[in-house]
């Protein structure tokens, strides 16, 4: 049987220890480095996920949806297509009240 000889250190062994020995001397004075704020990731939540709304289907003619969109982009206030329709709707339902 061949005799099995000890296992030399590894190469790295050396750099392990010097990283190891100069992290401990560095700990004490080194500055707090700030840490950036965690902001969540994907897109903000939005109408689907907010219990106050509602999804419903409604059938509208074809041109006069797709003008209203495009005089709602044009306008760029931030308004949708149902936020459109929630205010008309809330108009209408205040008028009938009154």
């Known amino acids: 049987m061949a ?6 250190e590894s190469k790295f062994a050396g750099l392990f220890q010097q990283a190891a020995s100069t992290e401990a001397e560095e700990a004490p004075g080194r ?9 969540p990731l994907g897109r903000p ?10 999804q419903f289907s409604v ?3 074809r041109e006069t949806q ?3 969109a495009n005089i709602l982009r044009a306008k760029d206030e931030g308004l949708d297509l149902s936020g459109l329709v ?3 709707l809330e108009g209408w339902i205040k008028r009938q009240k009154s």
């Open 31 to 39: 500055a707090e480095i700030a840490q950036p704020v965690a902001r």
């Open 66 to 68: 797709r003008e209203a």
């Open 86 to 88: 929630q205010n008309l």
């Open 59 to 61: 059938l509208l003619k």
């Open 45 to 54: 939540p939005g109408k689907r996920s907010n219990p106050a709304w509602k």
């Open 3 to 8: 005799e099995q000889k000890p296992k030399a």
